[in-house]
């Protein structure tokens, strides 16, 4: 398959800092794809190595095909020869400029008396032609992010990238503009890569995800893969809250001290695979644990701590085998702190095996 942005081997570095090291990414035409990793781990400098503000020491970057970088020919396409349009988390548009007059300014080069009618389009497409002759200062937060996405989108670029385009704006104008942003590509239908340090975000809005830990790209997937089917321990962390249980193959599960669970039929061949026994980990969810009050005794954890978040409550629960173990339940039964409960794994019991 021909993909949009293709990313072989390429390294960057500063001084001794290793920004990106070897990462491969392939993303497909039409695809939303997401780069999720910690602060510092390299996401920036892999979108400033597509876009042309970066060179890489080592390594090719292709777009729909076309080579724009390989450092052992000297070869390199400046920014500017690129046809790839970037939101950035500040905005970056210029205070003295109206709206339309911003998302113009994406447009020089090109034939002048079509550059009214296109930006029109572009403002028209993330829906601010109303404000077309405002300046940024009078415009929202999420309102100023929507006008950098027109002016990135207005010149029709093979690829968009977006680096934490979210992370200035508080909880709940980022989930609308998130949504907004996601109708707004999908509606176009453009290839995009958007970075972010949210795990949430990277998985409720794109098809695909690259998890980046020190400059190395260490999962791709989907969503459900990366969340389900960590390739580690460190991805299991990262992405979600977990209980990492020691346990023992026994047939087609694994026992652990709060219970058995299946292996999925993912993880019985490959290279992954559980082994046919032995001692393994096994990296469970806290919404794949079942709470329930201990009646005449019959519990097996304490609660010792609770965090209510208003659709569901995080426990923390003290088992009697001495480990603590997050649990992640509904809020419409409570549980109090110091109560005894029950705890066991909820069905379909599925793990994934972490080392
Ligand atoms: P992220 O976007 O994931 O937070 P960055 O790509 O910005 O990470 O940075 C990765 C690493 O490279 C960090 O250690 C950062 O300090 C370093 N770095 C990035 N850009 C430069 C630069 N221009 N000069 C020196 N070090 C840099
Ligand atoms: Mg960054």
Not at 91 to 114: C, D, I, M, S
Request: with cysteine.
């Amino acid at each position: 398959m021909d993909h949009s942005i293709e990313i072989k081997s390429v390294s960057k570095s500063f001084g001794s800092v290793k920004a990106v090291d070897r990462a491969n990414l392939a993303v497909r035409e039409g695809e939303l794809f997401g780069v999720l990793g910690p602060s510092g781990c390299g996401k920036s400098t892999l979108l400033r190595l597509i876009m042309g503000f970066e060179r890489p020491d080592a390594g090719t970057i292709r777009v729909r095909g076309k080579l724009l970088a390989d450092p052992a020919d000297g070869f390199f396409t400046p920014p500017e020869r690129r046809h790839i349009g970037m939101v950035v988390q500040d905005y970056a548009l210029f205070p003295h400029l109206t709206v339309l007059q911003n998302v113009k300014f994406g447009l020089r080069g090109r034939e002048r008396g079509k550059r009214e009618e296109t930006a029109s389009r572009a403002l028209e497409l993330v829906g601010l032609q109303h404000k077309a002759d405002r300046h940024p200062h009078e415009l929202s937060g999420g309102e100023r992010q929507r006008v950098a996405l027109a002016r990135a989108l207005a010149p029709e670029p093979e690829v968009v990238l977006l680096d934490e385009p979210f992370s200035s704006l508080d909880a709940s104008l980022r989930a609308e503009l998130r949504r907004d942003v996601e109708l707004i590509l999908r509606d176009v239908g453009a290839t995009a890569v958007l970075v972010t340090h949210d795990q949430e975000e990277a998985l409720s809005m794109c098809d695909r995800v690259a998890v980046m830990r020190q400059g190395r790209v260490v999962q791709v997937g989907d969503p459900r893969e990366i969340y389900w089917h960590p390739s580690d321990r460190w991805v299991a962390q990262f992405v979600g809250e977990v209980n990492v249980l020691p346990g023992l193959v026994e047939g087609d599960g694994v026992r652990t001290d709060i219970g058995v669970f299946d292996v999925p039929d993912s993880q019985r061949s490959g290279p992954r695979a559980c082994p046919r026994a032995g001692h393994v980990h096994v990296a469970v969810r806290p919404e794949q644990l079942f709470v329930g009050s201990a009646s005449d005794g019959d519990g097996d954890a304490e609660v010792v701590d609770r965090e209510f978040y208003g659709h569901d409550v995080l426990y923390r629960l003290r088992h009697d085998c001495g480990r603590t173990l997050l649990a992640q339940r509904p809020s419409v039964e409570l549980h109090e702190v110091g109560e005894r409960v029950r705890v066991h794994p909820t069905q379909p019991s599925m793990i994934s095996l972490v080392d």
